[in-house]
């Protein structure tokens, strides 16, 4: 059967990874090829790397982690971040990067969806979405990492994406992440439900139960998280036995 | 031994090269008929669309070439699927090594394409040498080729398809042997091992 996957993500400044880790045991936990190394010999099924970098020498530093990570890793991974353009792309993608996760970018110009899955083909576009719940009880989408809202709806925005050609979505609720209080259920099951394309459950995970209902209620067919695996709050090889024995599938 | 990547438009050739470094084997990316014809073992890998891959292959004559190929072959996910004879994927007819067709998965219930990792299952051949029953592997496929005699791999999805399939001196497999781990890392040993 196929797997539910488990997707640590890794944020990059200027080639390092940014968020603080406590791994002792890696030799430089800074360095993203040794940390998702790491991560793909405990069991991730994916990795995702996203670049916040804003300087000048971004697409050059940035290729060159890709070329790296390729090398080393033996899991597929996606990366983001800035990604804006064809030229954008075709560089990470020849670099040797499974995916692109594009985001603002592509809400500026949804054509960019489009000519991306007809240069690469779906599965190589991933279309990252920020989504909030307002008292309205709506889920809009926020650009810019979170900072500028729009009165776009997240479902709709979503569908749109898919029909243009986006190959996977990752949903990221910015009402959970950061609280380790659990997945955004109900709009990561709408999505799930009635999009033809895997979506990807971001922001909140903090337990293995979180992960556990994600998948059997919120539908979801993977699930991101970062600081909890980051800080060893859950260790995958962990995760994955959990889920076993709740009877979900995963790769093991 | 000379192992030769077949050069064309497909999108994961740096990803296969990167995988056979990782198990220590070099191998040399080409487009050129005497490298290809004069290599021990052959690897034509594939992601993209099946016409346009076609295209790319016809333009170089690369498709006369690996049809007449007597050492090992591994077609890699479309790579696997253009050695069949036809593909569903905008009426394609493709190279015709095995004598079987590729079809679009069609369901109301599971997602398409499949993403992800899935099992295989009836391993046979010196290619799944050492392969567990049930490992995993990665996928990412909206066409597959139904059930044959040439199975050599079984996997689940939507209904039960080969996953992989081998006829004399060539073999394909539907997923990302470069992206599916210790797995995938193994069974391209065992191609490379191949006599």
């Excluded at chain 1, 890794?10 to 998702?36: Q, S, Y």
């Excluded at chain 2, 497909?10 to 040399?28: D, K, M």
């Excluded at chain 2, 109301?108 to 992800?116: A, F, H, N």
């Amino acid at each position: 059967m196929l797997t539910k996957r488990i997707i640590p993500c890794l944020d990059i400044k200027d080639g390092r990874t940014v968020k603080g880790t406590n791994f002792v045991d890696l030799r430089d936990a800074g360095d993203p090829v040794e940390l998702g190394a790491f991560y793909a010999q405990q069991g991730a099924d994916e990795l995702v790397f996203l670049d916040i970098t804003a300087t000048v020498e971004k697409r050059k530093t940035l290729s060159e982690l890709v070329k790296r990570i390729a090398r080393q890793i033996n899991i597929p991974f996606t990366v983001g971040g800035g990604v804006s353009s064809i030229d954008d792309a075709s560089l990470l993608l020849k670099n040797g990067a499974d995916k692109v996760s594009i985001n603002t970018a592509a809400y500026k110009n949804p054509q960019l969806i489009k000519e991306l899955a007809n240069e690469f083909g779906s599965q190589f576009v991933v279309l990252a979405i920020d989504t909030k719940l307002e008292a309205d009880g709506e889920w809009y989408v926020y650009l810019n990492g979170g900072r500028i809202k729009t009165e776009t709806k997240c479902f709709d925005w979503a569908k749109k994406a898919v029909e243009l050609g986006a190959g996977e979505i990752l949903l990221t609720s910015m009402n959970h992440d950061g609280t380790k209080q659990g997945f955004a259920i109900d709009i990561t099951k709408r999505l799930s439900e009635s999009l033809a394309v895997p979506v990807i459950a971001s922001g909140g995970g903090g337990t293995m139960e979180h992960f556990a209902d994600v998948f059997r209620n919120g539908k979801a067919d993977a699930a991101l998280a970062a600081s909890i695996f980051h800080f060893k709050e859950v260790a995958i090889p962990d995760l994955k036995r959990y889920l076993h024995e709740q009877k979900i599938e995963v790769r093991i | 031994m000379k192992i030769v990547i077949i050069k064309y438009n497909a999108g994961n050739i740096q990803s296969v090269l990167y995988a056979l470094e990782r198990i220590g084997v070099h191998a040399i990316v080409t487009a050129d008929h005497e490298e290809i014809i004069t290599a021990d073992k052959v690897i034509f890998p594939g992601v993209g669309e099946a016409s346009s891959a076609m295209n790319s292959l016809k333009e170089n004559n690369l498709d006369q070439i690996i049809k007449s190929l007597k050492q090992p072959v591994l077609g890699i996910c479309v790579g696997m699927q253009l050695l069949c004879k036809y593909s569903e994927e905008n009426n394609t007819e493709c190279l015709g090594v095995f004598d079987e067709p590729v079809k679009k998965f069609e369901s109301t219930v599971d997602k398409i394409p499949q993403i992800g990792w899935n099992n295989i299952y009836d391993l046979r051949s010196a290619l799944m040498k050492d392969i567990l029953e049930n490992s995993y592997c990665y996928f990412v496929h909206s066409y597959y080729v139904p059930m044959n005699a040439h199975a050599i791999a079984t996997t689940d999805y939507v209904q039960p398809y080969a996953s992989a399939i081998h006829k004399n001196n060539f073999y394909g497999v539907q997923f990302h042997t470069e992206k599916s781990a210790v797995v995938g890392e193994r069974i391209l040993k065992n191609f490379i091992e191949i006599i």
